[in-house]
Nanobody, 115 residues
Framework: QVQLVESGGGLVQPGGSLRLSCAAS????????MGWYRQPPGKHRELVAA???????NYADSVKGRFTISRDNAKNTVYLQMNSLKPEDTAVYYC?????????WGKGTLVTVSS
């Protein structure tokens, strides 16, 4: 199977920044789409940002202008640069990768923004 390794979560103050990364590994696969979802406490999981193979990106309205998604195809890695963080950004962030047309999910990394 494809394994996803996430890193970069943690505790930050409002207005601070974090950079999440997610690296995909395995054998005989190709990456189609990479993205990030998040699930705040007591709420549903929602799309944060996604990036396709052609470089097309999509962002949730709540993060536009603050978050930037990018990918390194050589490293099979997707990044999420998060700036101007707000308390409402607190959530478990999940990496999602579509590899060889199969969905894979990371285990999640907690981002906490103090009030």
């Amino acid at each position: 199977q494809v394994q996803l390794v996430e890193s970069g979560g943690g505790l930050v103050q409002p207005g601070g920044s974090l950079r999440l990364s997610c690296a995909a590994s395995g054998r005989d696969f190709s990456i189609n789409v990479m993205g990030w979802y998040r699930q705040p406490p007591g709420k549903h999981r929602e799309l944060v940002a996604a990036i396709a193979s052609g470089g097309f990106t999509n962002y949730a309205d709540s993060v536009k202008g603050r978050f930037t998604i990018s990918r390194d195809n050589a490293k099979n890695t997707v990044y999420l640069q998060m700036n101007s963080l707000k308390p409402e950004d607190t959530a478990v962030y999940y990496c999602k990768v579509v590899a060889s047309w199969v969905d894979y999910w990371g285990k999640g990394t907690l981002v906490t923004v103090s009030s």
